[in-house]
């Protein structure tokens, strides 16, 4: 019999702030460009407090994966806490608007912590350097994993960004626990190289004893194995899990399965917001994988849905993903 | 001495909710195609439960044309009614933020009604139906004009939406009466031809008595005068106020002064949402006639900015509009 979900995922629930800032503005306000900084809610008012007139969009890195995969058609769901306040509900409208089945452990109006937010700032080039507040997102406990679900998931994917908070780590193990015993798999993204740094040890220990599939970037995995050789670092890896999908920017994605190395090429795209590449290439990824589709085209897959979200501000997917597949020729 | 503002806006203070949609979902909705329809939290509500993902960004009609002033580097003031909530934030920083100075009339956290909203969906032709909640927009009364300020003004400009609510046509005096006091001159836009419905006794007295530059476009100006011939309708109102200028659509606008029209033609534009496409232009044709430019110039300039606003998505410009004008040899 086939499970309900074909992805469960699990992440922080943000929603994104972007604005358009020069390189300079970054410079003067210590700000790292093309990473994700935690901050506070201070300084989140503080910043923007001086950024210019912004848009606001849902965000989320595994919440921007499962809207890719509900769009895409596949049965999937997300678990992230919001705050019941304004921006609570807009992020919960757009997943369910999505058809992501959302699951919500809702946090109270009168929460000391607010709805996360991150503040995307989009340079001219199309980097975009991150900095959030986690607010309620930080709150998600062991509690709010719902066993049953995860037990009824053919894959649950695990957002790094959400090891970020007191009592993540017993909460990605509940929802471990009951996923490998319902005969499910895990999957898990290292997020960012920062991320890799603040939870190398947490994170390898899930790699070698529960992860199928590793998703990540060449920056992140030089950071997991500590080696700046990629070939290198993509072998590690390899050894720990069944599957190592390592984005390489415009290079596209390597794959790395049964001892054997994939190239998935990306098309060249006109960088307009990189926020989101990795968290769609995710979502192609998936659809291919869970339609039995071979390696290469798996992978392309998810460099098709990467180019479609860099070539717009916000990572939620705007043009229909199966449509430029088949128009890639990869249906 | 030159004044503090070369123009002071006075609009309904909103947040867009902007989503896509096709054009059968408005029918089976009773949402009426290219119109703005006002509604109740409650209507609101019920609408985005049902609308698809979507982007949030600062909207309100003046609140758009004084932004896009601002970016024009005119001294410029806007006034308008948010609430001490997360939308009302986002409001009021996009506002200043954009460099206008804003006088909020903050209403307070526990006040019944919410920041205002409109939900803009956007149909496939680029058209867009905005069904609008005014929430504590609604509640601007004549207390909250500040008769220094609207003194201290060249220009004042009314949104004809700011008149639906119970104190409005007090408030809108009372900005009249120290505007004309300081010298200053009155314009007004029509905003939408069932607003016009609404007021059209108290909008053609306020032209008849106070208005030196009436905005609208074809639609409003019938609507307006009950004909359906646009040149006896312009006509009409140029008997009245010393200058109308009225968008016709892709063809550009229509400005009659000193009993002369003028026809400002408009670009082959890409729509991609017509949402702040009169704004827009308003913003356009300030810039020109504060700067002395020649009718036929102003009139351009206000179809350039209108044509940037159609070419993406959300009213605010993305795009340095005077580089644009300099682009078009307006300058």
Redesign the interface.
Known sequence: MSKTYQVVGIGNSIVDVLSHVEDAFLTENGIEKGVMTLIDLERAAAI??I????????GGSAANTI?GIAQLGLRTAYVGKVKD???GA?FA??MR??GAGYEVPLAPADHEA?TGRCMVMVSPDGERSMNTYLGVSEFLTADDIDEAMMADAEWIYLEGYRFDGPESHAAFAKAIAACKGGGGRVSLTLSDPFCVERHRDAFREMIKDHVDLLFCNEHELRAMYQDDDLSVVLRLAAQEVDTVACTVGPKGAYIWRDGKETHAPADKVQIVDATGAGDLFASGFFYGELNGYDTLTTGRMGCVAAGEIISHI?A?PETDLKSLFAKHDLL
């Not at 950024?51 to 849902?58: A, D, K, L, M, Q």
């Open positions: 923007y407090a950024t210019g007139p912004s848009t606001e969009i849902s809207a306040d304004q921006l807009i409208h757009d608007a999505q607010e916000g939620r």
